[in-house]
């Protein structure tokens, strides 16, 4: 027949990467516990010595599968994670080594946009300085003219204060022009200062009740209580954690 007649399976140049016959063997085990969890589940409750033991006894059995499968899990996982450990080796260095270079010119770039900030503020206020005294001129002149009813001088300070109106938008313009630096090649992206805002603790109590309803603070909270009361040198019968209840309850 010809090679053709019985095309391997599909995804055999791509096999999982696993051991699919030792997944699939532990997923057979796992069924089978899980079953008698439900067996055990339909009961509702212990009402015997007996069944207390037999609990017990499945309990061990599952906690014994559960290792197995976890020891396979690793084992399948590791080369994986040896691999991925190989190219973050390979390529880690070569990625700081251009971190570092971008990192030491880029205060060189922001020294230069700010000094170009810097200048293009200068000239924007000289300009909104411009603007103002010349729309106190024109108002000035409109006053005057409107005192003498000269009609002529009205017009010509409407058309002083249109022409300060319009400095005025143009020094606008100009406080909101940033600095920037275009790539000489055309190829590079376009460079400017942005503000960045950096929060430094200054009261460690207002900022925690700032936060106090964010869940994250809560649950690292939370956590830092649950490791000191498992301390060694901490005993929850007598000792508190001020600020938290210790609720005491019994766990396998």
Not at 3 to 17: K, L, M, R
Not at 111 to 122: G, I, N, R, T
Not at 158 to 165: G, N, P, Q, T, Y
């Amino acid at each position: 027949m010809p090679d053709g007649a019985n095309p391997p399976p599909s995804g055999h140049n791509n096999p999982p990467p696993y051991r699919v016959d030792v997944v699939e063997a532990h997923e057979a085990k796992a069924n089978e516990f899980l079953d008698a969890a439900g067996d055990w589940l339909d009961l509702k409750e212990i009402t015997s010595e007996e069944q207390s033991g037999q609990l017990t006894d499945f309990l061990e059995g599952l906690r014994k599968r559960y290792k197995l499968t976890d020891e396979d899990r690793k084992t399948d996982k590791k080369p994986h994670d040896d691999a991925g450990k190989a190219v973050q080796k390979a390529y880690t260095s070569i990625l700081d080594k251009m971190k570092r270079a971008a990192d030491k010119v880029k205060p060189m770039q922001a020294a230069w946009l700010a000094k170009v900030e810097a200048e293009k503020q200068a000239e924007a206020k000289r300009k909104a300085e411009e603007a103002a005294a010349a729309e106190r001129a024109a108002a000035e002149a409109a006053a005057k003219a409107e005192a003498r009813n000269d009609i002529a001088g009205e017009v010509e300070a409407e058309e002083a204060a249109k022409r300060a109106a319009q400095m005025k938008k143009e020094a606008e313009r100009a406080a909101k022009s940033k600095a920037q630096s275009r790539s000489s090649s055309g190829a590079g992206r376009t460079t400017s200062l942005r503000t960045k805002w950096t929060p430094e603790i200054t009261n460690f109590r207002v900022a925690c009740m700032t936060f106090a309803d964010h869940p994250e603070l809560r649950e690292t909270l939370l956590r830092l209580a649950a490791a000191k009361a498992r301390a060694a040198d901490f005993d929850p019968k007598t000792q508190e954690i001020p600020g938290f209840t210790l609720k005491e309850e019994k766990v396998l």
